[in-house]
T-cell receptor, first 108, second 113 residues
């Protein structure tokens, strides 16, 4: 079974502080992992995907197959990073499995 | 491009009523999806389609039906609305699927009373 766990429903940090949003997955094969973000009053959109190994808006995420994790990190959080973040897994089918999401609030 | 569009934005139904949530995309994507989002529960896949004339069930298909007669449109039908179907519904599309992002619509907020 494919499962995505985001253990933190809410996460609050101060501007300029580092932030890490946790994501753990369960899948026996080679997963494709994504982070999607939903800013207030905007539609859900892709933030980054593990295959691209890219940094988007200062965020990075490394796939750790040993720990089955794909945590999202940013060294210096900004107020505009406040949003709902979803980790998603695609494993061997056309379907994405989403975690329950983490609401990030960056305080001034 | 308008991307993925959904209508209506909001709807209130009475128990037992039926309705169709419309979804359209103008990106020539072959894959389309319907999700529901309940508070604190993330997104759950209802149905998806890999092309015109082909649909398949997702994680939570009961109480819903879909059709895909064209590449552009993927309507979701609720035949006998129940309070458990109160949710926010998102339509999404993607080109093929491997490593390609899904593009989401703005959502439809449905309340069943």
């Amino acid at each position: 079974a494919q499962r995505v766990t985001q253990p933190e429903k809410l996460l609050s940090v101060f501007k300029g502080a580092p932030v890490e949003l946790k994501c753990n997955y369960s899948y026996s094969g080679s997963p494709e992992l994504f982070w999607y973000v939903q800013y207030s009053r905007q539609r859900l959109q892709l933030l980054l995907r593990h295959i691209s190994r890219e940094s988007i808006k200062g965020f990075t995420a490394d796939l750790n197959k040993g720990e089955t994790s794909f945590h999202l990190k940013k060294p210096f959080a900004q107020e505009e990073d406040s949003a709902m973040y979803y980790c998603a897994l695609k494993g061997g089918s056309e379907k994405l499995v989403f975690g329950k999401g983490t609401k990030l609030t960056v305080n001034p | 491009n308008a991307g993925v569009t959904q209508t209506p934005k909001f709807r209130i139904l009475k128990i037992g009523q039926s309705m169709t949530l419309q979804c359209a995309q103008d990106m020539n994507h072959n894959y389309m999806y319907w999700y529901r989002q309940d508070p604190g529960m993330g997104l759950k896949l209802i149905y998806y389609s890999v092309g015109a004339g082909i649909t398949d069930k997702g994680e939570v298909p009961n109480g819903y039906n879909v059709s895909r007669s064209t590449t552009e449109d993927f309507p979701l039908r609720l035949e006998l609305a129940a309070p458990s179907q109160t949710s926010v519904y998102f339509c999404a599309s993607s080109y093929r699927n491997s490593y390609n992002e899904q593009f989401f619509g703005p959502g439809t907020r449905l309340t069943v009373l």
